[in-house]
């Protein structure tokens, strides 16, 4: 028997006795605090965003909450886990044959040392008596699923039942004094021994079958219990947040009350939000399309509109009318167009705002992590922590559309930020760029947040999706665009007989002092556009996907600076899809490849971006090339594309963006949609798994051998310093730091100014 149970790794010759936070007892209670305190700072907001009253949900909350977390890591106190932590050679990392929180979830089903009438009791005298199974079934599921790795198989939570090998049983160290202690003396129970041998009846295996169905029960129950479907879902989150509090805080010295109390209650005012959207007007008032917007009464409003007609803005206007004390998270689908949204609305304004997304720089304390993970796992679930209680505090976060969706998806970084992203209000950007994935968790996730205000824009919205988001939501109120501005002649668009053809036309406007857009479906046109453009004696920038991402950074504001000088310096700007999100540029020419109609309507709003009725200026030239390969776009996609340029091109006159609507709503419908919303979250019963927020793309992260040192400094290096690069199949044998794979000094040519190539 140990003196101390321990919840995280702890070498003897560092102190003659362990640390509290690293003690299992310490941490449980902390977890709770840090659970109670969640639920007593934003419980009630969190309740009201998944439509349930405070009545009698908030007691529930508190309670379940509470006992989940005094539980969550009940099953460390065990002879593997105890026997790890201390780094004995008898217990490596790697052997442990069961994963904790399927201990714990065992144990509850199987009432070892009387837990599970322990946890009834609770139940009963908090008045709860006629919910015991339901509020047993929350915590169980909160509990099991609070690392997400527990699947109907349990491959990764039960793997010494694959694998084999180790000692034949496991010690359950219940009748320790520490626990004694826990649970308020009450429980006398001697300690148990589970066999690991199949034949044994106390082989844990011997369980799956019941909880398998217990599991399936509680899935089938929740089905027809929305209620107590969002409940046990929001539990089950916060449970995970509390963990990860309570690790953070406690080896600091820090009071998970004190802190959580301040950064959840930190909400944006309607004075404050109003100011934001006052900076960025200049003392104008919101035209009437934008007025529209901020008084929009729907709980979920989908607003349909060009590039360049103030959505933005208007969208401040909105939150400030509809979060009703909650915090705002400004979701977009690229980090580009997260910081350039944070850069121009919140960095320096009146509200405490975050920028957060992958790339972002963090700067919490390290967090003190189990060592049930290996190093390079740990390492990186490490930031992950950090990034994610980064989201606890602002009062306005703007994000990659990953940060929110992540908890639809069950992964961690969603998990961990739940307290802040549950007690929100939604404004979510740029709604046509979502693939199938996001789109699918956008819908699962306003079902969720039964009660939250959500804001949804976009400058073009395929019909199927219109549709589907119309059935799904018979509240979705909808927000006209503004004729007047939309009805101005933009463009004239024709299309280009060559990439030579088209390119005469770039070197004649540059030299004549003009600024061209030129954007290419794939990378290695827009580096040989570039090269083209250089030799021409042309200033060109080219911006794509393959830099690294400091320089990609560095990349983007010279094109946004570039077109920000007044007309007379002549600039070539040549990009790929990047252009379409997180260009907020007016170009005098667009030349571009033909790409699925909600693309080229991007593209095309960056040109002409400025105009307005007061200055309704004359319309610039867009150009179009065929590219000889539909990749990366499906066929079907750039053929529909080609009959509505077709279309357009037919009326024989200057463009407006309603007639790129128009055009686009007149086309032959597409197959309506069948998404399937069942997430990771929140149907998952008593097991969790994570799910992808994205479509799997073909790019990995690479570094390159002459980053490799930078890299091993600090984490920040690597994010800087790492280079989208297309999967091949050799990669598989190149060697990695951490999750990133380094490139052979051969494979890669990498220039700061072109990008990356291959390699001859």
């Known amino acids: 028997m140990y003196r101390n149970l321990l919840a995280k790794g702890w070498d003897p010759r560092a102190s003659a006795t362990p640390p509290a936070h690293i003690r299992l007892v310490p941490h449980l209670r902390a977890a709770q605090q840090a659970a109670e305190t969640i639920a007593d700072s934003a419980g009630i907001s969190i309740l009201e965003n998944c439509g349930l009253p405070a009545q009698p949900w908030l007691p529930r909350l508190r309670l379940v909450l509470s006992l989940s977390a005094l539980l969550h890591d009940l099953g460390k106190a065990n002879s593997y886990f105890q026997g790890m932590v201390r780094g004995k050679p008898e217990f490596p990392s790697t052997a442990q044959p069961i994963r904790h929180e399927l201990l714990v979830a065992l144990m509850l089903l199987r009432n070892s040392g009387g837990i599970t009438d322990w946890l009834r009791r609770q139940l009963v005298e908090a008045g709860q008596d006629n919910y015991t199974h339901e509020l047993i079934s929350t915590v169980m599921a909160a509990i099991a699923g609070h690392h997400v790795k527990l699947d109907n198989d349990w491959v990764k939570a039960f793997p010494s039942e694959s694998r084999g090998g180790g ?8 009748a ?8 308020g003396g009450a429980r006398t129970t001697e300690n148990e021994t589970w066999s690991l ?5 106390s082989y844990p295996g011997k369980s799956r079958l019941p909880f398998n169905i217990r599991s399936n029960e509680w899935q089938d129950h929740l089905a027809w219990a929305p209620d107590w479907w969002r409940f046990a879902a929001a539990v089950k989150a916060l449970t995970v947040a509390a963990d990860v509090a309570a690790s953070a805080l406690l080896p600091e010295g820090v009071s998970p009350k004190t802190w959580i109390s301040v950064a959840l209650r930190q909400r944006p005012s309607t004075d404050q939000l109003r100011q934001v959207a006052s900076s960025r007007l200049r003392g104008r008032p919101l035209r009437p399309f934008q007025q529209a917007i901020a008084d929009s009464p729907a709980r979920i409003t989908l607003v349909e509109a060009g590039c360049g007609s103030g959505k933005t803005v208007a969208a401040y206007s909105w939150a400030a009318n509809r979060l009703a004390g909650r915090k705002l998270f400004f979701c977009y689908p690229s980090t580009g167009t997260a910081s350039e949204g944070f850069v121009d609305y919140v960095a320096d304004s009146v509200v405490e705002s975050e920028l957060i997304h992958s790339r972002a720089r963090v700067d919490l304390e390290r967090v003190a992590m189990s060592p049930e993970e290996s190093p390079s796992v740990e390492r990186e679930d490490e930031h992950l922590r950090i990034a994610s209680l980064n989201a606890w505090q602002p009062e306005v976060v703007v994000c990659t559309v990953d ?16 307290p802040a992203i549950l007690s929100a209000g939604f404004v979510f950007d740029e709604l046509h760029a979502y693939d199938d994935e996001m789109f699918t968790a956008v819908v699962a996730f306003i079902r969720a947040l039964a009660g939250a205000p959500f804001l949804l824009m976009t ?8 549709s589907y988001l119309r059935q799904q939501f018979g509240d979705l109120g909808t927000v006209e665009p503004p004729k007047e501005l939309e009805a101005i002649p933009r463009y004239d668009i024709q299309r280009a007989i060559s990439a030579d053809a088209a390119l005469q036309l770039v070197i004649d406007k540059v030299q004549a002092g003009g600024r061209v857009l030129w954007v290419c479906n794939v990378v290695a046109r827009a580096q040989a556009i570039y090269e083209r453009g250089r030799s021409a004696g042309l200033t060109a920038i080219a911006y794509h996907s393959r830099f690294k991402y400091h320089d990609r950074v560095q990349r983007h504001r010279e094109v946004v600076d ?20 997180s260009l907020d540029l007016d170009a005098d020419l667009l030349i571009t490849e033909l790409a699925p109609v909600p693309a080229l309507i991007q593209r095309l709003g960056r040109l002409n971006r400025r105009v307005s009725e007061d200055y309704p200026g004359s319309p610039r030239q867009a150009w179009v090339i065929t590219p000889e390969k539909a990749a990366p776009y499906e066929s079907a996609d750039l053929a529909r594309a080609g009959l509505w340029l077709d279309g357009l091109i037919a009326l024989n006159r200057s463009l407006s963006q309603s007639d790129l609507a128009d055009q686009f709503s007149s086309q032959p419908a597409e197959i309506p949609l069948r998404l399937d919303l069942r997430t990771e979250w929140l149907d998952s019963g008593w097991c969790a798994t994570p799910g992808m927020v994205r ?8 570094i390159l051998p002459e980053d490799l040192d930078a890299c091993r400094i600090s984490h920040h290096e690597l994010i800087k310093r790492s280079l989208p690069m297309p999967y091949k199949k050799d990669m598989a044998h190149w060697q990695r730091f951490r999750s990133v794979l380094i490139a052979p000094d051969d494979a890669i040519q990498y220039d700061q100014h072109k990008g990356a190539i291959w390699a001859e």
Not at 197 to 201: A, G, P, W
Request: aromatic share 6%; hydrophobic share 45%.
């Open 459 to 466: 400058a073009s919205l395929p019909a199927p999706r219109k």
């Open 695 to 702: 479509e799997p793309g073909f790019n990995v992260n690479v």
């Open 562 to 581: 570039g077109f920000a000088i007044p007309a007379g310096s002549g600039l070539l700007a040549v990009t790929t899809q990047v252009a379409e999100m």
């Open 167 to 174: 000692k034949t049983s496991i010690d359950l160290y219940l």
């Open 176 to 183: 320790h004094a520490d626990l004694q202690a826990l649970f």
């Open 197 to 201: 041998l199949t034949s044994c009846s």
């Open 403 to 418: 940060t929110v969706l992540a908890l639809v998806r069950n992964n961690r970084r969603g998990l961990y930020a739940s």
